[in-house]
């Protein structure tokens, strides 16, 4: 079974800071898929970068990064220069074929709020 | 930019009715889900549909619930008999043409049961 875990409830910060969301998941297939999904106040899903379990470079996007580390099963992402727009839920979530099969439904953590303060 | 729509946005309802949630897919995908996320919890999935058929669903996706894809563009959830434990928000995903690519969400529909 998958496990999508962000134990960071609720993070506060004022504009221009960085702030890093964790997420820690689990799985037992060799092959899998990482997410972060962004929710807006206007409740929405709105996808934000996918990572293969086979590609383990990092990357930058804008104020943007991503930090995925395997030997952790750590997936976590980074805004830099926050602004009161990134302010939202952000979701991490896992996919997999739950052991050779061929669905990939997404398993998603409980999320992350960030409020972003001006 | 191709995009997922869903119709209702809201749909209030009384408990017992049946109500159907509108989906439209982007155009050349092939996998179809829904999740369902209970206000202010996770996303949790449902159901998966592909080539006409179920290929998964959740313990959530009980014998109330059905899936159709009535026509080649739209992709609907009935809920027979609601329950007030079934207001929530209600997300329709689709993915490209194999399962191991990203689901691309809707605007979701907010189901209100009374």
């Known amino acids: 079974a998958q496990k999508v875990t962000q134990a960071q409830t609720e993070i506060s910060v004022v504009e221009k800071e960085d702030v890093t969301l964790d997420c820690v998941y689990e799985t037992r297939d060799t092959t899998y898929y990482l997410f972060w999904y962004k929710q807006p106040p206007s409740g929405e899903l709105v996808f934000l970068i996918r990572r293969n379990s086979f590609d383990e470079q990092n990357e930058i996007s804008g104020r943007y990064s991503w930090n995925f580390q395997k030997s952790t099963s750590s997936f976590n992402f980074t805004i830099t220069a926050s602004q009161v727009v990134d302010s939202a839920v952000y979701f991490c979530a896992l996919s997999a074929s739950n052991s050779g099969g061929s669905n990939y439904k997404l398993t998603f953590g409980k999320g992350t709020l960030l409020t972003v303060n001006p | ?114």
């Not at chain 2, 009980?62 to 992709?75: A, H, I, K, L, T």
């Open chain 2, 1 to 114: 930019e191709p995009e997922v729509t869903q119709t209702p946005s809201h749909q209030v309802t009384q408990m017992g009715q049946e109500v159907i949630l509108r989906c439209v897919p982007i155009s050349n995908h092939l996998y179809f889900y829904w999740y369902r996320q209970i206000l202010g919890q996770k996303v949790e999935f449902l159901v998966s549909f592909y080539n006409n058929e179920i290929s998964e669903k959740s313990e959530i996706f009980d014998d109330q619930f059905s899936v159709e894809r009535p026509d080649g563009s739209n992709f609907t959830l009935k809920i027979r008999s609601t329950k007030l434990e079934d207001s929530a928000m209600y997300f329709c995903a689709s993915s490209g043409l194999v399962s191991t690519d990203t689901q691309y969400f809707g605007p979701g529909t907010r189901l209100t049961v009374l």
